[in-house]
């Protein structure tokens, strides 16, 4: 499940950047943390989508799906598909605060939602993995206080939400080099650009639809899904969408 990561420089490497081994060294570890958040965000999302037919159970009250639970079965799924146990990253690291903080977004999100995910007596809640994504990444971004965004965008005409449309610099990258052939699987896109007028660092994770994902995303196209959205005709393994990750400098 891990993407390969390659670390790619747009344009002419500058010599200084070359013979300047800890500014290299920098940007390897942040083309490293910006994996390991899509990774862990990620493994949340899966959690919710194994529990996705208890989660819309209307006979079902309680279902053990809190923060505290929850957090555990994604600490142990990012640990097999990295083979690195998060509390094992030092937390005075950028990484190991960084990790944290979307550790404590995610039992935040988890915490926040019991109401909603014991309900009985409904059936489809609208809690979903992209839900739950966007939750979390909300909260995450409260909590890094602009030290760094997590976003999930995608092509432009895979997009449902307004929020998650891509901004001018990701629908780029989408379409010269995500979307393009010759991209190899599952690698990630990664630069430092300067963004909102701030130094930093980017890192484009793509996601590819699985079987579990067409039966919203799928066909027929135009056909209304379960969350009440037309389907987007989407075949299996195309590009569904990307984690999007800032982190400034
Ligand atoms: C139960 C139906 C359902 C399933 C299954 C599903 N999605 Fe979605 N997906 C949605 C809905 C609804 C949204 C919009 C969520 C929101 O309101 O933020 C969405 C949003 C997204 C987004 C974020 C962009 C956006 O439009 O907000 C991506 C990327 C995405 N889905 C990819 C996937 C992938 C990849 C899978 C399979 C691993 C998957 N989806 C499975 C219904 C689904």
């Given at each position: 499940m891990t993407a390969t990561i390659a670390l790619v420089l747009v344009g002419a490497i500058p010599v200084s950047v070359i013979c300047a081994a800890p500014e290299r060294e920098d940007l390897n570890d942040d083309l490293l943390i910006g994996q390991s958040l899509a990774?862990?965000?990620?493994?949340?999302?899966?959690?919710?989508?194994?529990?996705?037919?208890?989660?819309?159970?209307?006979?079902?009250?309680?279902?053990?799906?809190?923060?505290?639970?929850?957090?555990?079965?994604?600490?142990?799924?990012?640990?097999?598909?990295t083979g690195v146990d998060p509390s094992t990253i030092d937390p005075n690291t950028r990484h190991g605060?960084?990790?944290?903080?979307?550790?404590?977004?995610?039992?935040?999100?988890m915490d926040a939602n019991q109401t909603t995910i014991n309900a009985k007596g409904t059936g489809f809640k609208g809690f979903i993995p992209a839900v739950f994504a966007r939750l979390v990444n909300e909260a995450f971004a409260r909590r890094a206080k602009g030290e760094a965004e997590v976003k999930v965008t995608g092509p432009p005409d895979r997009v449902r939400n307004r929020k998650a449309r891509p901004d001018i610099w990701e629908t780029t990258i989408i379409k010269s080099k995500l979307l393009t052939p010759s991209w190899p699987h599952d690698q990630a896109y990664s630069a430092a650009v300067e963004t909102d007028g701030r130094p930093a660092f980017r890192v484009m994770v793509p996601q590819y639809y699985d079987e579990t994902c067409l039966a919203c995303h799928g066909s027929p196209?135009?056909?209304?899904?379960?969350?009440?959205?037309?389907?987007?005709?989407?075949?299996?393994?195309?590009?569904?969408?990307?984690?999007?990750?800032?982190?400034?400098?």
């Amino acid at each position: 499940m891990t993407a390969t990561i390659a670390l790619v420089l747009v344009g002419a490497i500058p010599v200084s950047v070359i013979c300047a081994a800890p500014e290299r060294e920098d940007l390897n570890d942040d083309l490293l943390i910006g994996q390991s958040l899509a990774d862990m965000l990620l493994a949340g999302e899966t959690v919710i989508s194994r529990e996705q037919d208890r989660i819309n159970d209307p006979k079902l009250g309680e279902k053990g799906l809190g923060g505290a639970a929850l957090i555990e079965r994604a600490r142990e799924i990012y640990r097999k598909a990295t083979g690195v146990d998060p509390s094992t990253i030092d937390p005075n690291t950028r990484h190991g605060r960084l990790l944290r903080v979307q550790m404590d977004a995610i039992v935040e999100v988890m915490d926040a939602n019991q109401t909603t995910i014991n309900a009985k007596g409904t059936g489809f809640k609208g809690f979903i993995p992209a839900v739950f994504a966007r939750l979390v990444n909300e909260a995450f971004a409260r909590r890094a206080k602009g030290e760094a965004e997590v976003k999930v965008t995608g092509p432009p005409d895979r997009v449902r939400n307004r929020k998650a449309r891509p901004d001018i610099w990701e629908t780029t990258i989408i379409k010269s080099k995500l979307l393009t052939p010759s991209w190899p699987h599952d690698q990630a896109y990664s630069a430092a650009v300067e963004t909102d007028g701030r130094p930093a660092f980017r890192v484009m994770v793509p996601q590819y639809y699985d079987e579990t994902c067409l039966a919203c995303h799928g066909s027929p196209k135009g056909e209304v899904d379960i969350t009440g959205y037309p389907k987007e005709g989407a075949k299996l393994d195309e590009l569904g969408g990307v984690i999007s990750i800032i982190l400034y400098r």
